[in-house]
C-alpha cells in the first residue's frame, strides 16, 4: 500500500514550496491538492489556484507524483482544462494524475452562475460528467478534436505535442453511484472514495468499513459490465471524511488503514496538518504515519 497526501492550496509559495518539498523528502508516493475555487471553512482565507500550484510544486519535485483530488466540471471546460494538463505533465515530466469527480454543491457550483441561479442537481451534475469525462480522454489523446455534444463544444481543439505520459496522464475518478462508477471502469486508471457521506457524522468505524466495501463490489460490477478486470484500477482512499480518528495516533492508523488494505485499497491518502482546522492534527504523529506506517504492509 501506499501513502500519500494532500496539500491544501493556502500557503504563499515562499512557504508553500518548502512543504511541498518537505512531503517528497518523507517518501510520499504522491501530493494532491483540492481544486476548488474556495473550499468550507476556508472560504474566506487564503485559497489558490491548483493548476498554478501543482506546476510551482513540480518545479521544486523530482520523484514524488503529483495531481488534483478533485477537478470536477463545476468551474471547468474540458478544452481549456486539457491544454492545462497537456503543460503541467509537460513541467512535471510526466508525474501528473488527474482527480476528476461530478463536484458537489459547495461554492464551486455557484461562483459562475448568475444572481439566483440554483446549483446543478445531483443529475445534471452526472450528466456535465458523463460527457466531460469522455471528451477530456479524447482531448488528451489526440491532437485535433471536434465534439459536438449536448453539453460541450469543441472545434478543432489542438493538443499538440499530447502528455508526456501515454497516452495519456492518468485519471483517477472519484465515483460511488451507478454513472460515475461506469465511468471509473472504462476510463480509469484508479477510483477514488471518500467513503459514505451518510455515516461520517453518526456512523461507526465498522458500518463505514462494510460500507466501502459494498462500493468496491459496485465498482467490480462495474469493470465487469465493462470487459474489464476491477484488478487493474488502484483504489485510492481519501481520509478525513469517514467515522473516527484515525490520525489520532500511529497504532490507529495502522488498524485503519490494514482493514482498508485487507478491502483491496492500494493507496491511502491523508490530509498534510493545518492548525486550528479541521485537518489540525499532531505533527510528530504525521511524519510518524508518513515514514513508517507503509511498512506495516510490505
Not at 67 to 84: D, I, M, Q, Y
Not at 111 to 118: A, N
Not at 234 to 244: A, E, H, Q, S
Amino acid at each position: 500500500m501506499r501513502l500519500s497526501t494532500v496539500i491544501l492550496p493556502i500557503y504563499r509559495w515562499a512557504e508553500g514550496q518548502k512543504i511541498w518539498r518537505r512531503a517528497e523528502d518523507l517518501g510520499f508516493h504522491a501530493a494532491y491538492t483540492y481544486d476548488h475555487l474556495s473550499w468550507r471553512s476556508f472560504r474566506d482565507e487564503p485559497w489558490f489556484g491548483a493548476i498554478p500550484t501543482l506546476t510551482a510544486a513540480a518545479a521544486v519535485t523530482h520523484r514524488m507524483r503529483l495531481g488534483t483530488l478533485v477537478t470536477s466540471p463545476n468551474f471547468r471546460h474540458p478544452v481549456t482544462l486539457a491544454k492545462e494538463l497537456i503543460t503541467l505533465d509537460d513541467v512535471s515530466d510526466g508525474r501528473i494524475t488527474l482527480g476528476i469527480g461530478a463536484g458537489g454543491n459547495g461554492f464551486d457550483a455557484t461562483t459562475l452562475r448568475g444572481s439566483g441561479e440554483e446549483p446543478w442537481t445531483p443529475r445534471e451534475r452526472a450528466d456535465h460528467f458523463e460527457e466531460f469525462v469522455p471528451l477530456l480522454d479524447k482531448l488528451l489523446r489526440e491532437p485535433s478534436v471536434t465534439h459536438e455534444g449536448r453539453l460541450y463544444s469543441a472545434s478543432e481543439a489542438r493538443n499538440i505535442p499530447g502528455c508526456v505520459q501515454r497516452p495519456r496522464l492518468p485519471f483517477a475518478v472519484a465515483a460511488t453511484g451507478p454513472r460515475g462508477l461506469k465511468l471509473a471502469a472504462r476510463y480509469g486508471q484508479a477510483w477514488v472514495t471518500t467513503g459514505d457521506p451518510k455515516l461520517y457524522e453518526s456512523g461507526t468505524a465498522e458500518q463505514s468499513v462494510a460500507a466501502i466495501g459494498g462500493q468496491i463490489s459496485r465498482l467490480g460490477a462495474a469493470c465487469e459490465d465493462a470487459g474489464r478486470d476491477v484488478a487493474e484500477l488502484d483504489k485510492i482512499l481519501l481520509t478525513g471524511f469517514t467515522p473516527g480518528s484515525p490520525l489520532e495516533s500511529f497504532d490507529a492508523f495502522v488498524d485503519f488503514a490494514g482493514k482498508h488494505d485487507e478491502l483491496g485499497f492500494t493507496e491511502i491518502v491523508v490530509h498534510w496538518p493545518v492548525a486550528e482546522s479541521v485537518f489540525d492534527i499532531d505533527t510528530k504523529v504525521f511524519e510518524r504515519i508518513a515514514t513508517e506506517a507503509a511498512a506495516q504492509f510490505d
